[in-house]
């Protein structure tokens, strides 16, 4: 049994423990790349409902993807299963607005902070890229890339989960996702929203990441979630 998780900082539990989000931030891992780094990963919401089921834990997540990038990399994992019995997808969405940029053959992600560092040739690109964000059109692409997908796996009778980091859909038509997608359109229901609500706070008041408390319990949290709607089962 394999749990597979894929997501952005939040899913890799950036600065859960230590102020890394990635493997090669810290020099003895600098062969990881963009790997979530491995204390931060062993304290994760994923890592701590693998352990209550039982079952393997996979985490692709990486900080300051994408959700194109989150698509691709679970596509890429999924065809290279023999089977899908015993596996259960945890995708945790990022903001709507982060793209997936192909340059001398390697993904870039950025997103509209200002604050990427990309190539010299495509700082003008990002620049526009900036200035040009249209909000409502990217959430409309990214919920009908997520809804595509969630068809995809249940058409593969893929059994999974899905829910909000910050964003929800605020603009988008509701339709059916079953109790695959928690709180599509609910602020309430974010994974940000519902730590802050349960008193936890930041690892720092300029952080957007939580603590290992804070993960643990939305571990415990996401697995009565699946229980209540027997999502293991289907």
Avoid at 11 to 22: D, H, L, R
Avoid at 198 to 208: E, I, L
Avoid at 211 to 233: E, V
Wanted: glycine content about 6%; hydrophobic content about 35%; overall charge negative.
């Amino acid at each position: 049994m394999i749990l597979y998780v894929n997501g952005d900082s939040h899913a890799a539990a950036a600065e859960a423990v230590n102020s890394y989000a990635w493997a090669f931030d810290d020099g003895q891992y600098w062969n990881r790349g963009k790997e979530p780094h491995p204390d931060n990963n062993a304290v994760s919401f994923g890592r701590c409902l693998a352990d209550h089921l039982g079952y393997d834990y996979v985490n692709h997540s990486q900080a300051g993807c994408s959700n194109a990038r989150i698509i691709r990399t679970t596509r890429n994992w999924l065809d290279q299963q023999d089977n899908f019995e015993g596996i259960f997808v945890l995708l945790q969405w990022t903001t709507w607005e982060r793209e997936e940029w192909w340059h001398n053959g390697e993904d870039l992600q950025v997103n509209a902070s200002g604050q990427d560092h990309v190539p010299e040739e495509l700082k003008v690109r990002y620049k526009n890229f900036i200035i040009g964000v249209d909000w409502p059109k990217a959430e409309q692409q990214a919920h009908s890339d997520i809804w595509q997908f969630h068809q995809e796996l249940k058409l593969n009778k893929i059994k999974h989960l899905m829910f909000n980091g910050n964003n929800h859909f605020e603009q988008s038509p509701q339709l059916d996702w079953g109790n695959s997608y928690m709180g599509p359109y609910q602020k309430s229901l974010t994974f940000n929203t519902i730590l802050r609500k349960n008193g936890f706070k930041t690892v720092d008041p300029n952080s957007w990441h939580f603590g290992a408390d804070a993960h643990c319990f939305w571990g415990k949290f996401l697995l009565q979630y699946i229980n209540n709607h027997n999502l293991l089962s289907e």
